[in-house]
């Protein structure tokens, strides 16, 4: 209370200071129209009805055979107007085992039989070819799941529990998630409901775009589903376009994410991240060009490394034969170490 009275009359002086100068000026000058300059009217910022309505449409069903007889229920979306649907391959694995169709079924109520273009299990993605004929499905663009914020709100499309073209809203929880179901992990963490049956669908921006891929869900918790970011894709797509299969290199280590309690013990400084090597295979790569169990690995050719996804991802799709400068640190010191990945088995 003190120091608003204290302010008080300094704001006072001032205004009546401002004041008679106002009407100095209004008395000395000439009048001046006092019309006001019409605005750029603006552009009113999509719904989240807006843009289901734009992007439903090229969201798709998919249904293939078990490898126990059943079926299995997924989703997906539309890529081209060619037919190229993306999915999770786990939604049609048995399918592949067996031998058994893949039907997809889109919005409108056509049921087309399916080929499997290229699939990549690693990852989790499957490219699949319909035939629309005459009737091209819409044709979902992909966006930078790089740029999304947490925070940022994004919108599931799929059909759980085979309700098809579900819509859920929710948030990005969280990005870089790894450890959960593969080396190359690097989910976006989301609220929004991901159940059974959401596998492949997309998670959408208020943009319209694709950020990321709805793949898994864990169920010994609530609003914790996780979508494979679309970057992702986009990095392995041609691969699976040309040949079917993606090509990864290797320097035969295998790293481990640092939790924000080890992150003490081991003395990293400042927001340094990294991961931990716990592997390092004799004769390899890695094992030539020094690298030792308990490093901690800082960056892949100025590329910091946050996950063990994503260091597995910068080794797997470097380029062939070009050499990777990889920063260390040990025993509290930093080093730079050269290493020349090689095709992966």
């Known amino acids: ?56 449409g090229g969201v798709v069903n998919i249904q293939s055979v078990s490898e126990d007889g059943g079926a299995s229920i997924g989703s997906g979306f539309c890529l081209d107007a060619k037919g190229e649907i993306i999915t999770n391959f786990h939604v049609i694995r048995d399918a592949l085992k067996v031998g058994g169709p893949i039907l997809v079924v889109t919005q409108d109520g056509r049921t087309l039989a399916a080929s499997v273009r290229g699939y990549d299990e690693a990852t989790d993605l499957a490219l699949l070819e319909v035939d629309v004929g ?15 914020r947490v925070g940022d709100w994004v919108i599931a499309i799929g059909s759980p529990f085979e309700l098809d073209h579900t819509v859920t809203v929710g948030i990005i929880s969280g990005k870089g998630r790894s450890g959960l179901d593969g080396a190359y992990d690097d989910f976006l963490q989301t609220d929004a409901a991901i159940n059974f049956g ?23 918790g609530q609003g914790l589903g996780f979508a494979i970011p679309v970057n992702i894709l986009k990095d392995i797509l041609p691969d699976l376009r040309t040949i079917g299969r993606v090509r990864r290199r290797s320097i035969g280590v295998e790293a481990v994410d640092i939790s924000a309690f080890d992150r003490r013990g081991l003395g990293l400084p400042g927001t340094a991240r990294g991961v931990r090597v716990v592997k390092v295979e004799r004769g390899l790569p890695g094992d030539q060009a020094g690298l030792r169990r308990e490093d901690i690995i800082l960056a892949v050719n100025d590329t910091p490394v946050l996950s063990s996804g994503q260091f597995n991802r910068l080794i797997a799709r470097s380029r062939p034969g070009a050499p990777l400068q990889i920063r260390i640190r040990r025993e509290e010191k930093e080093y730079t170490v050269t290493a020349l990945p090689i095709e992966k088995k």
């Open 1 to 56: 209370m003190i120091r608003v009275c204290l302010c008080i009359p300094v704001c006072l002086s001032v205004w009546l200071g401002a004041l008679s100068v106002r009407t100095f000026a209004q008395r000395t000058t000439p009048l001046r129209s006092a019309a006001r300059q019409p605005s750029a009217p603006r552009t009113p910022l999509p719904t989240i009805a807006d843009v289901v309505a734009s992007t439903n």
């Open 134 to 148: 005459q009737n091209p499905l819409p044709v979902l663009a992909l966006g930078d799941s790089d740029a999304v």
């Open 198 to 220: 959401n596998s492949g669908g997309p998670l959408v921006a208020l943009t319209g775009e694709v950020v990321g891929i709805n793949t898994l869900v864990l169920a010994r």
